[in-house]
């Protein structure tokens, strides 16, 4: 099964400056969705993001897969 923790902070840490400075919080409500909160360095939120958000996006999108692979629903909250 897959670690979504891990795995958003693999990317994370693949697309940031300063890796070291990466961290994955996971939470899971009360329906069961898993909010995963992801923390990098403030000089590296605007690579995280990218323009116009696509980076996000793109990643969001790439846990949503993972999680349904595993048959779980996730969230994603970049901080």
């Known amino acids: 099964m ?3 923790s891990e795995t958003l902070a693999d ?3 693949a697309i940031v ?3 070291e400075s990466v961290t994955v919080a996971e939470k899971v409500t009360e329906n069961g969705t898993v909010v995963l909160e ?3 360095a ?3 939120m605007g690579k995280v993001i990218g323009r116009g958000g696509r980076i996000a996006k793109a990643i969001r999108q790439v846990m ?3 999680a349904n ?3 779980k629903r996730v969230t994603v909250d970049i901080r």
Do not use: E, I, Q, T
């Open 17 to 19: 400056d300063d890796p």
């Open 11 to 13: 990317m994370a840490r």
């Open 38 to 40: 992801l923390s990098v």
């Open 69 to 71: 692979n595993c048959g």
């Open 42 to 44: 403030p000089d590296d």
């Open 2 to 4: 897959v670690n979504l």
């Open 64 to 66: 949503k897969v993972a």
